[in-house]
């Protein structure tokens, strides 16, 4: 194809990330290692965790709509790539985050029965 395969795109798309790694650990605390891993998230919100069967569209996110050579529009496509990987969805992978949803579920219903009837 005229726009590079699969591969031609992901191998740009680490190749820009990585070198924008100290920026976005510094503005957003998103940190991407000397390989283009990513190593840390940002915590957007105590206690909230993005669904991390979207994280293939946050790096594309990050690769293709962001401004990265002007300061405003950078930023403001730094945050709705933030926001859009950070909304509250149905998860992609449903049996990824029902580890986390039951155990909580279980931990509220253990704490409603254990209460003293009197308290």
Do not use: H, N
């Amino acid at each position: 194809p005229a726009q590079g395969s699969r591969g031609e795109i992901c191998t740009l798309a680490v190749e820009l990330i990585t070198a924008k790694g100290p920026m976005l650990a510094e503005y957003v605390g998103l940190q991407i290692d000397d390989q283009g891993c990513l190593s840390a998230l940002p915590v957007l919100l105590e206690g909230w965790a993005p669904d991390l069967g979207r994280l293939p569209g946050l790096v594309l996110g990050l690769a293709r709509d962001v401004e990265w050579e002007e300061e405003g529009p950078c930023f403001r496509g730094l945050a709705q790539v933030l926001a859009d990987f950070y909304a509250l969805r149905a998860p992609l992978l449903p049996a990824a985050s029902t580890g986390a949803e039951a155990a909580a579920a279980a931990a509220a219903e253990g704490g409603e029965q254990g209460a003293p009837a009197g308290a």
